[in-house]
């Protein structure tokens, strides 16, 4: 995550002191690596995208009692990651309700001035069973395993800048990891198993 820390701590000071155009600038940074990790963690665009407007509208909403030091990236992944959990535990307590329909009213303004550079699901993509079957191994990690694998192997963050947003040390990082990684390999050979007995059902 290759970043100005001084002209972000100057974006902050302007932002904590109400000037919005500091907010936009802070959504042309943070958006679109922030709607990427958020739609590898839900695997819905417009879902991604409520989230995090949402997490720009409570940045907004908390700009003043921010200190003056605050990393906004690490802020803003942290609240990200935990919009991303409730959101998937909500799912899974209503499977039936579209989540399309829901809070029209959250971050609606600001959704339309998020940069989207997260790698949409294409058709060929979608018929890939094999990264389908990555994907559903992902969404079965739990929360802590999941948000650091994101943000590790796909946002490319360090040890350090993912144990700020996790709260968790970077000994503890690099444990999520490897722990994430064992779970990926159980899920991913179970799939393989099932697709062999599939395939010699077939044969038979």
């Not at 959990?85 to 499977?95: F, I």
């Not at 393989?192 to 007995?197: K, R």
């Amino acid at each position: 995550m290759i970043h100005d820390p001084a002209n972000e701590l100057l974006v902050l000071g302007a932002l904590r002191q109400g000037d919005d155009r500091a907010l936009d600038q802070i959504i042309e940074r943070w958006g679109g690596p922030l709607h990427a990790f958020a739609w590898r963690y839900v695997q819905n665009t417009a879902d991604a995208r409520e989230l995090v407007a949402e997490a720009f509208v409570r940045l907004h909403q908390q700009r003043a009692r921010l200190r003056p030091d605050t990393n906004v990236g690490a802020w803003l992944f942290t609240i990200v990651a935990n919009l991303c959990h409730n959101q998937n535990r909500w799912r899974k307590r209503h499977p039936s309700v579209s989540l399309d329909a829901q809070d029209e009213e959250t971050g609606q303004a600001l959704s339309d001035r998020i940069p989207t550079e997260a790698p949409l699901p294409s058709d060929r993509v979608e018929r890939d069973e094999a990264l389908a079957a990555l994907r559903k191994a992902i969404d079965t990690l739990p929360h802590d395993l999941k948000t650091t694998l994101i943000l590790h192997h796909y946002e490319h963050l360090s040890y350090r800048e993912i144990g700020k947003i996790t709260e968790c040390s970077e000994r503890g990082v690099e444990t999520r990891l490897y722990r994430a990684k064992q779970r990926l390999r159980e899920e991913l050979a179970k799939y393989m198993s099932d697709e062999t007995a599939h395939l010699g059902t077939a044969v038979e």
